[in-house]
């Protein structure tokens, strides 16, 4: 299938949204009916698996959770909320809504993957979030003590943002490696270029644009009624409660509405591109991370609505202005037929293709689409294919880069396709390589294995990124 003949705006919808850690149950009877009609295209591919969230209500019956009264479900929760259906890793098993609601989550692990997770079960009794919904930069409960390196680091970060003029070459040096927890809002305000390296005119900055973007509401938000904006707003509306539904934070209705807000108000002040979906997810590591500043633990959990109403103003504020700097760079990926993914997807096509031949020819072999798996990756910065801490880890690099989320991006998503080079090689038909490659197992990654992810894409950038003919035919 040529690029130019792909219906791009349509292709989020056509090809399976789901998480790495997300499994319909109903997949498996259709992975049977393999052996006896064989996918023998995209379209059909395409066109028998349903969308994760193309659900309705006959098809919730058939999740193993069992219904609870209704007077059990927690007051967070809507009635809606409460029955929205969830999906876990292929070897996890869903628990009740109302379980979920409260943040007791529990595992039902398979023989597979128990092994490695006994260490963390054996944990002092505490709300356990679901592994893929974690936020923290650690997998296992409760931060490890910081080591002399980390507090070396820390130290080094303080003195950084505390000089009068923050040298931001060196910070960004200093950020490529990861950013403490403890001062990465103050870091990606200042590496989104949000806030100026000036650290007396911070303050002055950060209340003006705080109340432009209020200014932007009043003047604004009303008209997401209007006969030119409500096709827009509904599409919105229909894709927040998609955004990371495993994590309770974000079914919050004070937290859906802002980021209602935030996407709505950047989609009529950029008519060139609008709302695409997949931007609905470039909104939750900045709401996370400035939501850290004010919440040491249990960030899946907590409830927004107990913060002051002038914190949970800025932390909305800065999450749009920092979403707003990252899309200035990239917006090429979101304006009319997506011209910027579809040029970066042909060069990760080129680039594996001299990096790992035997991939790249096991591709056309089963006529696998470069454009069928990366399209996601490319429109969603590997959002989709990550646990949210993951991102947050990347992110820290991406910023840190001068070109991180237009260029390097491409680098990360050749490195990501290389690591699961064994299992790819492993698959020998068109669809379980296209379950594979939107099912990959990265439940259990945390930041050593994003900084082993980084490291090997900067090799590739040191190689090819000067000497772009090294892999262009």
Partial sequence: ??????????????????????????????????KTKKASSFHEFATSTNDA???????????????????????????????????FHSSLSVLSPTEVGR??????????????????QSLPVRPIIPLVARISDQNASGAPPMTVREKNRLDKFKQLLASPNTDLEELRKHSWSGIP?????????LLSGYLPANKERRELVLRRKREEYFGFIEQYYHSRTDEHFKDTYRQIHIDIPRT???IPLFQQPAVQEVFERILFIWAIRHPASGYV?????????????????????????????MLPLDTQRNIEADSFWCMSKLLDGI???????????????????????????????HFKKYEVEYLQFAFRWMNNLLMRELPLRCTIRLWDTYQAEAEGFSHFHLYVCAAFLIEWRKEILSMVDFQGLLMLLQNLPTIH????????????????????????SHYKR
């Fill in 244 to 246: 990371n539904p495993l």
């Fill in 331 to 361: 917006q090429d990926n979101y304006t009319f037929a997506q011209p910027g993914i579809q040029n970066k997807v042909k060069a990760l096509e080129e680039l594996v293709s001299r990096i790992d031949v035997d991939i790249h020819n």
């Fill in 53 to 87: 969230w193309d659900i309705d209500d006959e098809e919730d019956e058939d999740f193993c959770w069992t219904p609870t009264p209704a007077s059990s479900t927690p007051s967070g929760l809507d009635s809606a909320s409460s029955k929205r259906p969830l999906w």
């Fill in 445 to 468: 990654w945390g930041n050593e294995e994003v900084g082993l992810l980084l490291a090997e894409a900067y090799r590739l950038k040191y190689m090819f990124a000067d000497a772009p």
């Fill in 277 to 305: 979906q997949g931007i609905n997810d470039l909104v939750t590591p900045f709401f996370v991370v400035f939501l850290s500043e004010f919440v040491k633990e249990h960030v899946e959990n907590f409830d927004v609505a």
């Fill in 103 to 120: 943040g007791s989550w529990a595992f039902c692990f398979s023989s597979a993957v128990r092994s490695p997770l006994q260490k963390q």
């Fill in 1 to 34: 299938m040529l690029v130019d003949q792909l219906p791009v705006h349509i292709s989020i919808i056509q090809f399976p949204l789901l998480f790495p850690c997300r499994y319909l149950r109903e997949t498996k009877p259709k992975l049977n009916n393999v």
């Fill in 181 to 189: 927890r403890e001062v990465r809002p103050i870091t990606w305000r």
